[in-house]
């Protein structure tokens, strides 16, 4: 079992920044990839970003690409995720998830098998 605490939400005003960490707990060490979905009201959870166990892969959503960094501390099992820019469009409730599977398949809800309680990120115009 892997538990996942998420911390950082804010909120801010466009072109602020934020940064976003989730730190895995429990098994933490089976949590080979990382990653954050949002949803905001009446939309669908969506791919933000993951990262791997190295922090050598990292895949992002088109919508967030240079503005957006994710990040990981193997030593604390803590992923980061740095927010540039914001923008009001990106205001929803954000999640860290984790996959056990080393395969690299990130973009997918059912890709991952643990996910936090989530953190509202609101950024008004």
């Known amino acids: 079992q892997v538990h996942l605490a998420e911390s950082g939400g804010g909120l801010v005003q466009a072109g602020d920044s934020l940064r976003l960490s989730c730190t895995a707990s429990g098994h933490a060490n089976s949590a080979n990839i990382m990653g954050w979905f949002r949803q905001s009201p009446g939309k669908e959870r969506e791919h933000v970003a993951a990262?791997?166990?190295?922090?050598?892969?990292?895949s992002y959503a088109d919508s967030v690409k240079g503005r957006f960094t994710i990040s990981r501390d193997s030593a604390s099992a803590t992923i980061h995720l740095e927010m540039n820019n914001l923008k009001p469009e990106d205001t929803a409730v954000y999640y860290c998830?984790?996959?056990?599977?080393?395969?690299?398949?990130?973009?997918?809800?059912?890709?991952?098998?643990?996910w936090g309680q989530g953190t509202q990120v609101t950024v008004s115009s």
């Open positions: 990262v791997s166990w190295s922090g050598y892969l990292q």
């Open positions: 998830a984790a996959r056990t599977d080393p395969a690299w398949r990130t973009e997918s809800i059912q890709d991952y098998d643990y």
